[in-house]
T-cell receptor
Framework: EPEVTQTPSHQVTQMGQEVILRCVPISNHLYFYWYRQILGQKVEFLVSFYNNEISEKSEIFDDQFSVERPDGSNFTLKIRSTKLEDSAMYFC?????????????FGPGTRLTVL | GIQVEQSPPDLILQEGANSTLRCNFSDSVNNLQWFHQNPWGQLINLFYIPSGTKQNGRLSATTVATERYSLLYISSSQTTDSGVYFCAVPLSYNTDKLIFGTGTRLQVFP
């Protein structure tokens, strides 16, 4: 069964550094998402992406964050200057455009630790 | 916006027991998904179930959309079922933004 993959599984970085989290969505999917989960809290929506542009973003997704689909397979989340409070689990998800459009398939996550 | 509440918040079971987890939502939905977050933090898709009943092995789910709740049944629980179970629904009919519930933490002991 096709699945969403994410790399790395764990990233440790120093405050102020840039990080790029990578995702490979399911190949025929067209809608892409990032969510995050701070330790012990709920999973929160960050951004949705379709047709090479952001379709929706949350108030968390400020100017420090950006997303990109650099080629036909990868979907990335960049944090320009990490803060301690960016430490969280980041999940990528994708969905297709058929009748089950809203089924979002989640990747295993990248645990980001900012020191 | 829509509110999603899950109960119970915590559940402790012995291996072999059955359990029912509940997800209540405050508004009509056109989508509902159940997830299992394992002890390593990975989110695993369990069900896409906007209405009706589905079964997958020892797990089954039922959503009664008109009454705004969904149930996840786990039968003959195993230690590998431990983790946190989340339901999630779209914020509204015209958005893909999923709102996650508060979660049920399940611990299964041998």
């Amino acid at each position: 069964e096709p699945e969403v993959t994410q790399t790395p599984s764990h990233q440790v970085t120093q405050m102020g550094q840039e990080v790029i989290l990578r995702c490979v969505p399911i190949s025929n999917h067209l809608y892409f998402y990032w969510y995050r989960q701070i330790l012990g809290q709920k999973v929160e929506f960050l951004v949705s992406f379709y047709n090479n542009e952001i379709s929706e973003k949350s108030e968390i997704f400020d100017d420090q964050f950006s997303v990109e689909r650099p080629d036909g397979s990868n979907f990335t989340l960049k944090i320009r200057s990490t803060k301690l409070e960016d430490s969280a689990m980041y999940f990528c998800a994708s969905s297709d455009e058929t009748g089950v459009r809203f089924t979002q398939y989640f990747g295993p996550g990248t645990r980001l630790t900012v020191l | 916006g829509i509110q999603v509440e899950q109960s119970p918040p915590d559940l402790i079971l012995q291996e072999g027991a059955n359990s029912t987890l509940r997800c209540n939502f405050s508004d009509s939905v056109n989508n509902l998904q159940w997830f299992h977050q394992n002890p390593w933090g990975q989110l695993i898709n369990l069900f896409y179930i906007p209405s009706g009943t589905k079964q997958n092995g020892r797990l089954s789910a039922t959503t009664v959309a008109t009454e705004r709740y969904s149930l996840l049944y786990i039968s003959s629980s195993q230690t590998t079922d431990s983790g946190v179970y989340f339901c999630a629904v779209p914020l509204s009919y015209n958005t893909d933004k999923l709102i996650f519930g508060t979660g049920t933490r399940l611990q299964v002991f041998p």
